[in-house]
C-alpha cells in the first residue's frame, strides 16, 4: 500500500479540536488494511512532524433506516496520532 493511500480525510469534532489544541493529538479515518508502522510514516511524511504514539480502532457501522429500508453504514477504521511536544499540524489550525 502506498504511503499516501493510508490516511482517508481527518476527524474534525469538538472533542478531537480540543485534543489538537490542549495535547497535539489528532484523529484521522485510515485505510482499514493500515497498521500503526504505515500510520506513522504518513503522517510524518505528509504533515513534516515527528510521531510520538499511534492509537488504532476499528468502528463498526451503524443500522440505518429510510421508511422501511433498513441499511448499515461500512464500517471503519480510526488512528489517534500523538505528536511531540511543540509541534503541530497547520491543516487543524483555527478549526
Do not use: C
Not at 17 to 28: C, E, K, L, N, P
Not at 29 to 54: I, Q, Y
Amino acid at each position: 500500500m502506498h504511503i499516501y493511500e493510508v490516511l482517508r480525510r481527518p476527524i474534525i469534532t469538538e472533542k478531537t479540536s480540543v485534543q489538537a489544541d490542549t495535547i497535539h493529538r489528532y484523529t484521522f479515518e485510515v485505510d482499514r488494511r493500515a497498521n500503526k508502522h504505515l500510520v506513522k510514516e504518513a503522517v510524518e511524511a505528509a504533515f513534516d512532524v515527528e510521531v510520538t504514539s499511534v492509537n488504532i480502532m476499528n468502528v463498526r457501522g451503524k443500522s440505518r433506516r429510510s421508511g422501511r429500508q433498513t441499511g448499515r453504514t461500512r464500517d471503519w477504521k480510526k488512528a489517534v496520532v500523538t505528536l511531540q511536544p511543540g509541534q503541530s499540524i497547520e491543516f487543524f489550525e483555527g478549526v
